[in-house]
């Protein structure tokens, strides 16, 4: 948060050019015009879902699996391991 304050003011108040303030903080020239964009850091944003092409057939029935091991003793419930070797 500090680095991006001291990047804005420097850009919009002293007017100093975004090449410069890349080299005088040890940034890009990319992420100097991140930060002059945005006044806080933006989060993380998936942009497409998640794709498991080996889990989206059997997704319900290993969620079923852990639903149901929650009532088991933990020795006795299902493992990565036996999820992979169970058919």
């Known amino acids: 948060m500090e680095l991006y304050r001291k ?42 879902p998640i794709w498991r092409p080996k889990l989206d057939g059997s997704a319900g029935f290993i969620d079923q699996w852990l639903a149901k091991d929650l009532d088991r003793p933990r020795k006795q419930r299902h493992m990565a391991q036996r999820i992979f070797e169970r058919p």
């Open 7 to 48: 990047v804005r003011h420097a850009y919009f108040r002293e007017g100093v050019s975004k090449s410069a303030i890349g080299r005088h903080f040890g940034i890009s020239r990319d992420s100097v015009d991140k930060m002059i964009v945005y006044s806080v850091p933006p989060e993380y944003r998936r942009t497409a």
